[in-house]
C-alpha cells in the first residue's frame, strides 16, 4: 500500500471518507486526494438480514469476446421486453462466449485429471483462443484442439506430458483426430506458439520410474541408457517410447524391482509393439547402452528375445499349415 505524505504537515495518517471519494489528513485536515476510486470489489447483499455478501458481477475475462462483463436479457414467462431491447440483444454476438466458456471449462476438467498446475491451463486457454479465432479446430476437432492446446502449454512450462497422455483425458477423441489439427495448428501458429526446448527421454524416465516405485538405482540406470541411446544409436522414436523401452529392459535384468510391460504401458501410454520394436534396437546393442556397473555380459546375453510379431506369426502358420498340412509343426506366437 503507498504511504501518502501530508505537504503541510508531513504527516503519514490520514483517513479515506468512501462516501466522498476524499483522502484527508488526520493531523491538520488536508484534503490529499479528491475523488477516490476504490479499485476492490463490490460486495453486495440482496437478502435481508443476510451476512454472506455476493460479488456484483463477474471478472473481467481477456479470452473473452466482451470480455466476460457483457449484460443479457431474460426473458421471464408472462412478462414482455420492448421490441428495440430484443433488437439490441439480437445484434450482440454472445455465442462464441457461450462456447468458449464451455471449451474453457472442458480444458480446466482435462488439466486437473493431469495434475497440472493452473498456470498451465490458463496457457492452454489462451492458445485455443487463438486457434478458435484462426478456425482451425472446428465442428468434431474441438476436443483435438484442446488436447494440442494443453500438449504445447506443457512444451512451454517444461512439464513433459505427452499426446498419449493427453489422449486418455479427452474421452472419445481419436488419435487421428489429433494428429491433423497438430499438423494445421504448426502450419498456421508455428511462430506465436513458442515451443521452446525439444522433450528429453530422461524426463520420462523420471516421472515413469517414480510412478512405477522404481529405486535409484533403476532410475540412475535408465537414465544412462536413455543417454548412451541417443549418443551412440540412431534411434527415430519418441522420447517415451525410449523411456518405456529402458524401464523394461532394466526391470528385467533387476530381479528386485521387475515390472510388467502391462505396468509399464499403463503408465507411460507407450503400446506393446512400439515397446517391442525399440527393445529389438537396444537388445542389438545391448553392451554398448547397458552400464557395465550395472549388468555384466552374462545378464546381458541372458536378456529375453523379443516376441514376433502376432498378426506376422499367425499369418505364416496359416500359409505353412496350407501347404504342408502334414510336416508342418506350429509356431510359437
Known sequence: MN??????????????????????????GLVLESHYVDNAPEWRTFVDGAKD????????????????????????????IS???????????????????????????????????????????????????????????????????????CRQEGITRSLQEICSVAEGTSRREVAKTLFRILKHMKKDLGLG?????????SRFCSLLELDCIAKLAATEIV?????????????????????????????????????????SGVCRVTICDTYVEFRRHAS?????????????????????KRRFAKLTKGKLESASPSTTTPLST
Open 83 to 153: 421490441s428495440s431491447l430484443e433488437r439490441a440483444e439480437s445484434r450482440v454476438p454472445d455465442g462464441n462466449t457461450s462456447r468458449l466458456l464451455s471449451r474453457f471449462a472442458r480444458c480446466a476438467s482435462m488439466a486437473s485429471r493431469l495434475g497440472l498446475v493452473p498456470s498451465i491451463q490458463t496457457r492452454a486457454s489462451e492458445y485455443y483462443e487463438k486457434v478458435t479465432n484462426l478456425n482451425l479446430a472446428k465442428g468434431k476437432y474441438q476436443d483435438a484442439g484442446l488436447v494440442c492446446c494443453l500438449y504445447f502449454a
Open 3 to 28: 504511504i501518502i505524505v501530508c505537504p503541510d504537515c508531513k504527516g503519514t495518517e490520514n483517513v479515506t471518507d468512501y462516501a466522498a471519494g476524499d483522502v484527508v489528513c488526520i493531523e491538520c
Open 288 to 308: 554398448m547402452i547397458i552400464p557395465a556397473w550395472f549388468a555384466s555380459h552374462e545378464q546381458l546375453r541372458d536378456l529375453p528375445p523379443p516376441r514376433p
Open 53 to 80: 455478501r455476493d460479488q456484483v458481477g463477474d471478472s473481467y475475462n481477456d479470452l473473452l469476446p466482451d470480455g466476460g462483463i457483457s449484460t443479457t436479457l431474460r426473458h421471464v414467462k408472462g412478462k414482455s
Open 197 to 205: 526446448r525439444s522433450i528429453n527421454a530422461t524426463e520420462f524416465v
Open 227 to 267: 543417454l548412451m541411446a541417443d549418443n551412440r544409436l540412431d534411434l527415430r522414436r519418441k522420447p517415451s517410447s525410449v523411456a518405456a523401452t529402458a524401464i523394461f529392459m532394466v526391470t528385467h535384468l533387476q530381479e528386485a524391482g521387475k515390472r510388467s510391460i502391462e505396468e509399464i504401458i499403463r503408465v
